[in-house]
């Protein structure tokens, strides 16, 4: 898939390295072309001059072809700016941005955009959100046969019932993750669109459960 990246720090240019080794299309943008040195020899990628939240420089970096949006750049106010513009205005539904500021983090998780804050924790964990695959292990027992894991579920659950879903997973929800926060459910709570379903279970059944997650429902229950 293609991606827009802003910002060639040190934390942008690392996810376009990784990007574009896992077959993606890249684009970068940055404000200064000296950061641009920062991207290997060898990178593929547009590289954009500009400021990351002009609708131009997005749309010359392919913004309305782009699954993800990335906000990277030094500043909390240009990354939540562009971060906004690529959602509300070219519909980009996968955006991340990075915020130093803890508590206007908070914030903005509570507005539905996925932020996350520090080189190396912020790309994998960009990676992560940006490019789902499956199960996503966050805690294992000592003897690694119990684990806590992030599954991806499919659209069609939304308006469904978290016991309609461990019915059919054969498992027990651990808690939901909803805008920004955790929420530990009963059977009667509903999944809403931007849940992250956890699920604590034994490892062999782990593939299992994502497999049952990632298939929509037979029926949901109202």
């Given at each position: 898939?293609?991606?827009?990246?802003?910002?060639?720090?040190?934390?942008?240019?690392?996810?376009?390295?990784?990007?574009?080794?896992?077959?993606?299309?890249?684009?970068?943008?940055?404000?200064?072309?000296?950061?641009?040195?920062?991207?290997?020899?060898?990178?593929?990628?547009?590289r954009?001059?500009?400021?990351?939240?002009?609708?131009?420089?997005?749309?010359?970096?392919?913004?309305?072809?782009?699954?993800?949006?990335?906000?990277?750049?030094?500043?909390?106010?240009?990354?939540?700016?562009?971060?906004?513009?690529?959602?509300?205005?070219?519909g980009v539904?996968?955006?991340?941005?990075?915020?130093?500021?803890?508590?206007?983090?908070?914030?903005?998780?509570?507005?539905?955009?996925?932020?996350?804050?520090?080189?190396?924790?912020?790309?994998?964990?960009?990676?992560?959100?940006?490019?789902?695959?499956?199960?996503?292990?966050?805690?294992?027992?000592?003897?690694?046969?119990?684990?806590?894991?992030?599954?991806?579920?499919?659209?069609?659950?939304?308006?469904?019932?978290?016991?309609?879903?461990?019915?059919?997973?054969?498992?027990?929800?651990?808690?939901?993750?909803?805008?920004?926060?955790?929420?530990?459910?009963?059977?009667?709570?509903?999944?809403?669109?931007?849940?992250?379903?956890?699920?604590?279970?034994?490892?062999?059944?782990i593939?299992?459960?994502?497999?049952?997650?990632?298939?929509?429902?037979?029926?949901?229950?109202?």
């Amino acid at each position: 898939m293609h991606i827009v990246i802003m910002g060639c720090g040190r934390v942008g240019s690392t996810l376009a390295h990784i990007l574009e080794d896992k077959g993606h299309t890249v684009a970068i943008i940055d404000q200064s072309p000296e950061a641009f040195r920062r991207l290997r020899g060898g990178f593929k990628g547009r590289r954009i001059t500009g400021f990351g939240f002009d609708r131009d420089v997005l749309v010359e970096a392919g913004i309305e072809q782009a699954s993800a949006f990335v906000a990277v750049s030094s500043g909390d106010n240009s990354n939540i700016i562009s971060a906004r513009v690529a959602r509300e205005t070219f519909g980009v539904e996968n955006v991340v941005a990075r915020i130093y500021d803890p508590r206007r983090a908070e914030v903005y998780q509570r507005l539905g955009i996925p932020t996350v804050a520090t080189v190396r924790w912020t790309a994998d964990q960009m990676i992560r959100r940006l490019l789902p695959e499956g199960v996503s292990s966050l805690w294992r027992d000592p003897t690694g046969e119990v684990v806590l894991a992030e599954v991806q579920t499919d659209p069609k659950w939304i308006g469904a019932k978290v016991s309609a879903l461990e019915e059919a997973a054969k498992t027990r929800v651990a808690y939901l993750s909803r805008m920004g926060e955790a929420l530990v459910p009963t059977g009667d709570t509903v999944i809403q669109d931007g849940d992250v379903v956890h699920v604590m279970a034994a490892s062999s059944d782990i593939q299992r459960i994502n497999d049952a997650v990632s298939q929509r429902p037979e029926e949901k229950v109202e």
